[in-house]
């Protein structure tokens, strides 16, 4: 069954309730093995996703599944400790769902992130992507349904969907901080298997530069109710068949651990200068 927009209403009234002065400006999804920056945000409210009206929770285990509401690099943040997937079960607007609550409580823009297996062989392990752009050919769109007309038009704009000042502000802050930045294009795979040597062959020649089975309805979903975005991978490990060797899941979140200080690094640089604009 599609949400109504009164479900929106509800989940964002339960959590308005607990978030006391709090005002969040950013919602900041942390991906696999990324969740560690969640324990950095001060005066932090913690709400399980359990509790919330409508919420889907997480069955992966190395995801948390729960909101630290707190001042995080300066900016009052909603941490998403984990996040669902559609290879989970659920649908792509379920994945979605948090951010149109988040859009309700004031959220103005979207900072994501996940893990990913690199497409471009030009990148390697442990690079941190900037993400320019997204492919999602063949899997569920969170918007197939009722338009919720108060979130956005029935047919969105996707052309600055990455928005370019967050864009711009993401190479000054990896710069500054002498942390190297690809950029590239996130190609879309519900997964739960890891792609196949053929599908990373076939996305490379569509365009894609990393692959992911994440971030992209949730990206989809705040442009759609007029979020900005900005997004970062990290590449944990080469595309299926890049490399002579099988790829393992357990290998994703020790890069993604490993990489922990650089990405910290970036994210902390950026949320001040998340402030809604596009310039
Ligand atoms: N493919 C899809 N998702 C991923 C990968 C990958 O190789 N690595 C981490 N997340």
């Known amino acids: 069954m599609p949400f109504v927009y009164e479900n929106y209403v509800e989940s964002a009234a ?3 309730r607990l978030m006391g002065e709090r005002r969040p400006e ?5 991906g696999s093995g990324l969740g560690y920056l969640a324990e950095q945000v001060q005066d932090p409210v913690v709400i399980p996703y359990g509790e919330i009206p409508h919420f889907a929770v997480s069955t992966v285990s190395d995801h948390a599944g729960r909101f630290v509401i707190g001042t995080l690099g300066g900016r009052c943040v909603m941490v998403m400790q984990g996040r669902v997937h559609v290879y989970e079960g659920y649908s792509a607007e379920q994945t979605a769902y948090p951010v149109r609550v988040a859009r309700l409580l004031g959220v103005h823009s979207l900072l994501v992130t996940n893990a990913c297996g690199a497409i ?3 990148y390697a392990v442990g690079d941190i992507v900037l993400i320019t752009d997204h492919i999602r050919l063949f899997d569920p769109d969170p918007l197939i ?3 919720l007309s108060e979130f956005g038009p029935r ?3 996707m052309t600055y969907a990455y928005t370019p000042s967050y864009r711009e502000a993401a190479r000054r802050v990896a710069a500054q901080a002498g942390i190297t930045l690809r950029e590239g294009v996130y190609f879309y795979f519900t997964g739960p298997q890891f792609e196949t040597p053929a599908e990373i062959r076939a996305a490379r020649l569509l365009g894609g530069d ?3 089975m994440s971030t992209v309805p949730e990206v989809i979903v705040a442009s759609h109710c007029g979020m900005k975005v900005l997004g970062f991978s ?3 490990n080469m595309g299926a068949g890049v490399l002579e060797q099988k790829l393992d899941g357990a290998e994703v979140v020790a890069t993604a ?3 922990g200080d650089r990405f910290s690094a970036l994210v902390l640089g950026c949320l001040p200068l998340l402030d809604g604009e596009d310039k």
């Open 14 to 16: 339960y959590i308005r």
């Open 26 to 30: 950013v919602l900041l999804i942390l």
């Open 120 to 122: 471009n062989t030009s």
């Open 145 to 147: 349904g009722p338009n």
């Open 155 to 157: 047919c969105c704009d």
């Open 210 to 212: 990393v692959a992911g």
């Open 234 to 236: 990290l590449v944990t």
């Open 257 to 259: 651990e490993a990489a």
